[in-house]
């Protein structure tokens, strides 16, 4: 597998976009089924407490209630990542929302795609992972209006790690 890197502009992000679209899917599907399977344990007939102090139904119906919660975030990056016009980034271009912006920190390289939603999902492709940050992240924030050549600086708790922005796409 050839990375990113060395496909240059070549790279198909409509085919990347996709892989994140399975990859949420996937999820999505996955943490409904958990949700249903944990709602029928919470209000399953031997669910209900045997004395005061059983709270597993409780507990049960809390965990439900969270996973419903995190299936409607990932539908909602889901719908965004199915309904977003992809932009193209000729050279020069500055960084803003669905930029694949390839960086180098400390000798290692990384990639990442700039959107509004979905921060933290990774998904691997072409041999490397690609992360999802958003402009409310530090590095989302610090890269928005830079460009392919730019160094900075992200303060990340309480160190500075720096960045070299190799490529936007």
């Not at 344990?41 to 419903?68: C, F, I, V």
């Not at 998904?123 to 690609?130: A, I, L, N, P, T």
């Amino acid at each position: 597998m050839k990375a990113l890197a060395e496909r240059g502009s070549r790279v198909d992000k409509k085919k990347l976009v996709e892989a994140f679209i399975l990859h949420l899917e996937n999820d999505l599907l996955a943490l409904k089924e958990a949700a249903r399977a944990t709602y029928e344990e919470a209000t399953h007939e031997e669910s209900k407490p045997e004395n005061e102090y059983d709270t597993r139904g409780l507990e049960a119906s809390y965990l439900a209630g969270a996973q419903a919660k995190r299936a409607g975030e990932i539908d909602e990056v889901l719908s965004l990542f199915r309904t977003t016009a992809w932009k193209d980034f000729p050279p020069g271009a500055a960084i803003s929302a669905t930029a694949l912006v390839e960086l180098q920190t400390a000798g290692r390289k990384h990639f990442v795609l700039l959107m509004p939603l979905g921060g933290g999902v990774n998904q691997s492709f072409e041999g490397r992972m690609v992360q999802v940050i958003t402009p409310a992240s530090a590095l989302g924030e610090a890269l928005l209006g830079l460009r392919e050549g730019d160094d900075v600086d992200v303060e990340i708790g309480d160190r500075t790690v720096p960045y070299e922005i190799l490529s936007v796409r």
